[in-house]
């Protein structure tokens, strides 16, 4: 079993920036695909971000296109954690932020956190 606590949502303005963490439980994590997903209001969960393990100690990352230059997924496996951090954040990116774990493509996997809300003001 896997728990995934996610934190550093919140409000700010347009053009600002952001920093969400995830933390979470279980012995393999460092083998683990973890990704980012959100949701926006009567909008179905979309895949934001995710980095994955290449083998040994190689990951690869990839985003959304909408996204993409301005978000940057990252990973702490000593501490468990995986990061988003936001830059250039548009109002459209105003959404519930959901963590994962075991992604497959831009498929969820099986363990999901609480989610952190994150709101960009015009």
């Known amino acids: 079993q896997v728990q995934l606590v996610e934190s550093g949502g919140g409000l700010v303005q347009a053009g600002g920036s952001l920093r969400l963490s995830c933390a979470a439980s279980?012995?393999?994590?460092?083998?683990?695909?973890m990704a980012w997903f959100r949701q926006a209001p009567e909008k179905e969960r979309e895949f934001v971000a995710a980095i994955r393990w290449g083998g040994g100690i190689t990951y690869y990352a990839d985003y959304a296109d909408s996204v993409k230059g301005r978000f940057t997924i990252s990973r702490d496996n000593a501490k468990n954690t995986v990061y988003l951090q936001m830059n250039g954040l548009k109002p459209e990116d105003t959404a519930v932020y959901y963590c994962?774990?075991?992604?497959?493509?831009?498929?969820?996997?099986?363990?999901w956190g609480q989610g952190t809300q994150v709101t960009v003001s015009s």
């Open positions: 994962n774990s075991g992604v497959i493509a831009t498929m969820p996997g099986d363990f």
């Open positions: 279980g012995r393999t994590f460092s083998r683990s695909n």
